[in-house]
């Protein structure tokens, strides 16, 4: 069995093992087809208009706006207007009059305009902050002809969104979730839905050298605006601290096959909650996003997040022996996910990839739901999961959401999977691990501390504590695992043959204080079980065509015949007689995966008794079994080069999605895998569940 080798960068001295990657991503900005007007109510379009109308609006001053007069019986009859700031403290305005006090003003106000600083004739004054339907209106154009919108944007200026689109910086530079992007960079497309935390859009100061502000802006501004007057009037708010940014729709096969089913057509529209803090009507109708007011917050980082950030960030940019292996931990639903994103894109911000082990089973990030997977990360992470699935370099298809039927197995798989990183390699990895930290799944943490050399411990927690005990190295040196018990310092040694597992390491705590921690989402597409339902769907969205066009249902789909005789079938996640595993793999996911012995057939199905460990490269949905001609159906979108080296279809416990089922258009009759006549009720008709490797307490010296 061939397995595929991480490529090998050798040769390169230290000192460029950070260098600034971020030019080696520049291309021509991706084009995008038209992409419809955003599911939002027209009656919540009118309700937000008729509201905007009612309130009260200050009309701001135009270049040649007369202020208060100069005359005393005039002036309790004026309003006193704001004034716009100037070079040291001062404020240039008009005068009702021509009188000579007033010139007099006039020519020192303009005197100090001109000690370098823009008044109201070049620049008008955008306060930093959220980008809401005021700002956005002044600091946005849409442009229908190539279905775009140019966006000028002040240093520290947040547009928070909910939808899909893609993003080009065309002058200065954004940050999206940790990633900056600059100016001649490729366009990365942003997915922002209602799943998840709202993606939030931050300009940043210019890294540029000194240049002409207007003068480098406006052929940019040209090139991507039509009409001389959006030109004019975006020009305006260009200066020395601004970014641009181009903001195009977006459709996806992911996309599409997503808006196929109706529960998910809303999927990147805004929540309830937040229907009366989105701003609706923007230059960005029609775009794919939906800017949210202030009221709602993007990511919250507290204190302690953004420490622990730096500290890993400034170690692995340090002089550290080695690679820095970063395992974060923590309890359910407190932002583990979320800050591994956060830190992949920042360390990218540095280096050219990132190595990531994924260990939880039930919220993965690049996979199916089931699966440990080492992967090497070269793209920002700028969505949630089902926006960025892709083939790991190297998979094993544990089947299940949890590891506590199987403990043995579980740890087993991830030693597999670490065996085939290159020991000498200098890229950070981080570990993503499970949020069961109490009892078997507290002392699995403890043997992968061991396991691995880490050099990093990430801690989250809330409300002050860590759920757990604190896992410090003075800790582990007591501490007993599943596996591992005191005073061993590894269980793997033949990792300490060229990668020496330190004594100790860093520990770092963080307190999570976003609204909702440790609490699952209550809100539509955001419990945990939904989560895997959309990764899954995404993953099957590779089966449609990447060229512009209609859905197709799975089932018009052709599948591939696949010979009993090829491959061996095996039911990982329970147990199953022989003569029924063909009906329990009927319809279902598998796993296609790569046993080491050759396949042996006595004329029919080869049937596994125990549960493999051994590389998985993909997912196929089982659509059929031939009995007479002794074929399976299966529909997969893995390549048929790789596909030839399968002999292994595994069984697990991730279900397809009931939409799959249910949701698809273009059956007639009798809707196919699906009955009604079935009983919970009637004794033995669950699955049975069998636990390995359980032990008590007792047993293994707690």
């Known amino acids: 069995m061939k397995v595929k080798k991480t490529t090998q960068v050798k040769g390169h001295a230290k000192s460029q093992k950070w260098k600034d990657v971020r030019g080696k991503r520049c291309r021509p900005p991706i084009s995008s087809s038209e992409l419809n007007t955003p599911l939002v109510m027209a009656g919540m379009i009118k309700e937000h208009q008729a509201t905007v109308k009612k309130k009260t609006t200050i009309k701001r001053l135009q270049n040649k706006a007369k202020s208060v007069s100069a005359t005393k019986k005039n002036t309790s009859q004026s309003e006193l207007k704001k004034s716009h700031s100037q070079a040291n403290g001062s404020s240039g305005f008009t005068m009702d009059n021509e009188s000579n006090d007033s010139q007099e003003w006039k020519e020192y106000s303009k005197s100090i305009q001109r000690n370098g600083v823009e008044t109201s004739a070049d620049t008008e004054d955008v306060l930093p902050g959220?980008?809401?339907?005021?700002?956005?209106?002044?600091?946005?154009?849409?442009?229908?002809?190539?279905?775009?919108?140019?966006?000028?944007?002040?240093?520290?200026?947040?547009?928070?969104?909910?939808?899909?689109?893609?993003?080009?910086?065309?002058?200065?530079?954004?940050?999206?979730?940790?990633?900056?992007?600059?100016?001649?960079?490729?366009?990365?497309?942003?997915?922002?839905?209602?799943?998840?935390?709202?993606?939030?859009?931050?300009?940043?100061?210019?890294?540029?050298?000194?240049?002409?502000?207007?003068?480098?802006?406006?052929?940019?501004?040209?090139?991507?605006?039509?009409?001389?007057?959006?030109?004019?009037?975006?020009?305006?708010?260009?200066?020395?601290?601004?970014?641009?940014?181009?903001?195009?729709?977006?459709?996806?096969?992911?996309?599409?096959f997503l808006s196929s089913f109706s529960e998910l057509s809303e999927l990147f529209s805004p929540m309830m909650s937040e229907l009366m803090s989105a701003v609706l009507d923007t230059p960005l109708n029609g775009l794919g996003v939906i800017p949210l007011s202030s009221s709602i917050e993007g990511l919250n980082m507290s204190k302690s997040y953004r420490d622990a950030l730096s500290t890993v960030v400034g170690a692995c940019r340090g002089d550290m022996d080695g690679c820095a292996v970063i395992l974060v931990c923590g309890t359910k639903n407190v932002g583990k996910s979320t800050f591994i994103r956060h830190l992949i894109n920042t360390l990218l911000n540095h280096t050219a990839y990132v190595d990531y082990l994924e260990a939880d089973l039930g919220q993965t990030e690049f996979t199916p739901a089931g699966c440990l997977s080492l992967s090497v990360v070269r793209e920002p992470l700028l969505g949630p999961p089902f926006s960025h699935?892709?083939?790991?370099?190297?998979?094993?298809?544990?089947?299940?959401?949890?590891s506590e039927s199987d403990l043995d197995r579980y740890l087993e798989s991830l030693k597999f999977l670490w065996r085939r990183r290159s020991q000498s390699r200098e890229t950070?990895?981080?570990?993503?691990?499970?949020?069961?930290?109490?009892?078997?799944?507290?002392?699995?943490?403890?043997?992968?501390?061991?396991?691995?050399?880490?050099?990093?411990?990430?801690?989250?927690?809330?409300?002050g504590v860590t759920q757990c005990p604190a896992l410090t190295p003075d800790f582990l040196r007591t501490a007993h695992g599943c596996q591992t018990h005191p005073p061993a310092q590894t269980a793997m040694d033949e990792f300490t043959e060229?990668?020496?597992?330190?004594?100790?390491?860093?520990?770092?705590?963080?307190?999570?204080?976003?609204?909702?921690?440790?609490?699952?989402?209550?809100?539509?597409?955001?419990?945990?079980?939904?989560?895997?339902?959309?990764s899954?769907?995404?993953?099957?969205?590779?089966?449609?065509?990447?060229?512009?066009?209609?859905?197709?249902?799975?089932?018009?789909?052709?599948?591939?015949?696949?010979?009993?005789?090829?491959?061996?079938?095996?039911?990982?996640?329970?147990?199953?007689?022989?003569?029924?595993?063909?009906?329990?793999?009927?319809?279902?996911?598998?796993?296609?995966?790569?046993?080491?012995?050759?396949?042996?057939?006595?004329?029919?199905?080869?049937?596994?008794?125990?549960?493999?460990?051994?590389?998985?490269?993909?997912?196929?949905?089982?659509?059929?079994?031939?009995?007479?001609?002794?074929?399976?159906?299966?529909?997969?979108?893995?390549?048929?080069?790789?596909?030839?080296?399968?002999?292994?279809?595994?069984?697990?416990?991730?279900?397809?999605?009931?939409?799959?089922?249910?949701?698809?258009?273009?059956?007639?009759?009798?809707?196919?895998?699906?009955t009604t006549d079935y009983s919970f009720d009637v004794t033995g008709a669950g699955k049975l569940r069998v636990f390995k490797g359980l032990m008590r307490p007792s047993q293994i010296g707690m």
């Open 130 to 256: 959220r980008m809401d339907g005021n700002n956005l209106h002044h600091c946005a154009e849409r442009v229908h002809q190539g279905n775009h919108a140019v966006v000028v944007m002040q240093k520290n200026q947040t547009l928070c969104f909910r939808g899909k689109c893609l993003l080009t910086c065309l002058y200065g530079r954004v940050e999206v979730m940790g990633f900056t992007i600059e100016e001649g960079q490729q366009s990365y497309p942003l997915f922002s839905p209602a799943s998840h935390c709202p993606l939030v859009i931050t300009a940043l100061e210019s890294s540029a050298s000194a240049r002409d502000d207007k003068a480098a802006a406006s052929p940019i501004l040209q090139k991507y605006l039509l009409s001389s007057a959006s030109h004019k009037k975006l020009l305006k708010k260009v200066t020395s601290h601004s970014s641009i940014i181009l903001l195009e729709p977006m459709e996806t096969p992911l996309t599409r």
């Open 389 to 402: 699935q892709r083939t790991p370099d190297h998979m094993i298809y544990y089947g299940q959401t949890t």
């Open 428 to 463: 950070p990895i981080i570990i993503n691990t499970m949020g069961w930290v109490k009892g078997f799944g507290f002392q699995l943490l403890v043997d992968m501390i061991r396991i691995f050399p880490v050099s990093h411990v990430v801690q989250l927690g809330h409300g």
């Open 498 to 534: 060229n990668h020496s597992p330190p004594r100790s390491y860093t520990h770092l705590i963080i307190q999570s204080e976003f609204q909702g921690v440790a609490r699952q989402g209550a809100a539509k597409h955001q419990r945990s079980n939904e989560h895997r339902e959309l």
């Open 536 to 674: 899954l769907l995404a993953y099957l969205s590779q089966l449609q065509s990447p060229e512009p066009g209609p859905v197709r249902p799975l089932h018009s789909l052709t599948p591939y015949q696949v010979p009993h005789t090829a491959v061996a079938l095996g039911v990982i996640h329970c147990e199953v007689v022989p003569n029924h595993m063909l009906y329990a793999a009927n319809a279902t996911l598998v796993g296609l995966c790569c046993l080491g012995e050759k396949i042996v057939s006595r004329g029919g199905p080869v049937l596994l008794s125990q549960a493999p460990i051994c590389p998985c490269v993909g997912f196929g949905v089982l659509r059929g079994v031939d009995m007479a001609r002794g074929l399976y159906f299966l529909l997969t979108p893995v390549d048929p080069s790789i596909l030839r080296k399968v002999n292994c279809l595994l069984l697990g416990a991730i279900t397809l999605p009931s939409c799959i089922l249910t949701a698809q258009a273009g059956y007639k009759g009798e809707m196919p895998y699906v």
